[in-house]
């Protein structure tokens, strides 16, 4: 009962807050006579999404293929990483500084260069949203290896278990819930790197969208857009968490 009474208000809470923050901004927009170009009012943003729908799922189709392959190509890379590093101290010793480097400048900078190399097609888009999002899987499966107590470690060794076998029943199964933290982690930042690669240089998805719906300022336009954004980054976010529940229902957290 206790568990069920936190989930309603874990969903609740939020609703009630975001629905408060609607209703000042319709009375802001009203009272201050905000034009529609700097700020609509967002009782007109439902309206305008289903008067664009088609247009605005067009795009979206582009952005959230351009994710899921992005977010795929990081956890396979951050698996392949995660699982060498800790097995290997010169590929932790190697590899680690160079994954620390790698976050050390913004992506956005080198976006450009993927136009110039690759074109305006969606694999820079993939390409983009793959740098920003392995990091956190990466980093946060390499916790999960290394999670298991000396002493648990300890035991299974005496009980001449061999290494590929403490990976199997000790590393991995208590890397499960580290890895779905940085995939929950990881996916708002796929989708921010398949938009940010859009506003570079696209000719569709949700990033291209919204440039050219700034441009002509349609504010309104530009706001259904990052209604939409939101509702996927959120949805992407909860399917995570059930998966991680379906895969570690042991797993309880505090």
């Not at 088609?54 to 795929?72: P, R, S, V």
């Not at 300022?217 to 909860?238: D, K, M, Q």
Request: some cysteine; glycine content about 6%.
């Amino acid at each position: 009962m206790i568990n069920r009474n936190e989930t309603i208000k874990s969903i609740l809470y939020p609703i009630l807050f975001i629905v408060l923050l609607i209703i000042i901004w319709h009375y802001a927009v009203r009272i201050f006579e905000i034009a529609v170009y700097i700020l609509p009012d967002p009782y007109d943003i439902p309206g305008n999404l289903v008067d664009n729908f088609e247009i605005i799922m067009n795009h979206t189709k582009i952005t959230l293929y351009e994710t899921f392959l992005g977010l795929a190509l990081s956890i396979v890379f951050a698996v392949c990483i995660s699982v060498l590093i800790v097995s290997s101290e010169v590929a932790d010793k190697v590899l680690m500084p160079l994954m620390i480097l790698s976050q050390s400048f913004p992506k956005t900078a080198i976006a450009p260069l993927m136009v110039i190399w690759f074109g305006y097609d969606t694999l820079p888009k993939i390409i983009m949203s793959f740098l920003i999002g392995f990091f956190p899987i990466t980093m946060n499966m390499v916790m999960g290896l290394r999670s298991p107590s000396e002493e648990m470690m300890d035991l299974i060794k005496s009980l001449s278990a061999t290494k590929g076998q403490i990976f199997m029943k000790m590393r991995i199964p208590a890397s499960i819930p580290y890895f779905f933290n940085g995939i929950k982690i990881s996916i708002p930042m796929c989708l921010v790197g398949a938009v940010v690669g859009e506003f570079v240089g696209a000719n569709k998805g949700l990033g291209y969208a919204i440039l050219m719906a700034n441009n002509e300022f349609n504010t309104i336009l530009v706001f259904s857009c990052l209604v939409v954004l939101s509702i996927v980054g959120a949805a992407l976010y909860f399917l995570a968490e059930r998966l991680e529940r379906m895969s570690a229902p042991w797993y309880k957290k505090n």
